[in-house]
């Protein structure tokens, strides 16, 4: 659900001050984000369902990837809340890792889960997306609903349209996205999408090969260290995510 100023704006044209207002915000929650995030260090980001809890699979699955990503230097960064969200940061968070999330606010109080280091929360749906995209050198995709599938294709559509590097968009979990694969091949069949659009992800269900994707297409490819972390000013009140080594 929308927040109810995001609704008012999207009911059509408003007065001018309103609609001010509203960009005003839209800005002070931008600035928000940036200064939250911008010294977590290079971050691979995880999708998934709020839905899936500890004891399913799936949780389990993302728990690990969120352990072997943290393993490789990498900061874990998720929308934050339950779930899949939740695993993926937990995963970080008992490896020693870094660990920080983008938690949106709903009418119903989604909450931060307890495995962040850092969060910022955020009122807007595309506010929250540009920030889950904005620091990452790669995109996990695990089993989700709309919200899941939205930020997956969002990154994809960034990186066919060259509006951000070619970083990897890795979809774990084959039998469940299986029909979304086979709509990707029809779309490339009925020349929705080039014929190359199929390769901007991969889908596997190994964790390993996932590693070895980030590997060589992230840390290799941009030549990436843990401590390449943008440097805080003090002056602007400004300070770095202190994490244990």
């Known amino acids: 659900m929308n927040h109810p100023s995001e609704i008012k704006f999207l009911e059509g044209p408003q007065s001018r001050w ?3 207002k509203f960009a005003c915000k839209v800005l002070i929650e931008f ?6 995030l911008a010294f977590v260090g290079p971050c691979v ?6 839905r899936y809890n500890e004891g399913h699979e799936f949780y389990d699955l993302t728990r690990k990837v969120g352990a072997e990503v943290a393993k490789m ?7 934050g809340g339950p779930g899949l969200m939740e695993a993926a940061n937990r995963g970080a968070k008992e490896v020693g890792g870094r660990s920080v999330g983008c938690n949106i606010i709903l009418p ?14 955020i009122r807007y749906f595309f506010v929250r997306k540009t920030l889950l995209i904005k620091y990452s050198y790669a995109f996990i ?10 930020e997956l294709f969002e990154s994809i559509t960034l990186i066919q349209t060259k509006k951000i590097k070619d970083f990897p968009v890795i979809v774990m979990g084959k039998e469940f996205h299986k ?11 009925r020349g929705t999408i080039s014929p190359e659009d199929d390769q901007l992800f991969i889908v596997t269900d190994s964790v390993e090969e996932a590693i070895q994707v980030l590997q060589e297409r992230s840390i290799k490819r941009f030549d990436l260290r843990p401590e390449d972390v943008q440097k805080p000013f003090g002056w602007l009140f400004e300070n770095r995510l202190h994490l244990k080594d």
């Open 141 to 150: 995709c695990m089993p989700g609903g709309f919200g899941t599938l939205d």
């Open 179 to 189: 029909e979304i694969v086979e709509h990707v091949k029809l779309m490339k069949e």
């Open 18 to 20: 309103r609609e001010f």
């Open 108 to 121: 119903h109080e989604q909450e931060p889960n307890p495995y962040l280091d850092r969060w910022v929360n």
């Open 31 to 36: 600035i928000k984000g940036y200064r939250s």
């Open 45 to 50: 980001t995880i999708f998934g369902s709020a």
């Open 73 to 79: 230097g990498f900061t874990v960064l998720t929308g």
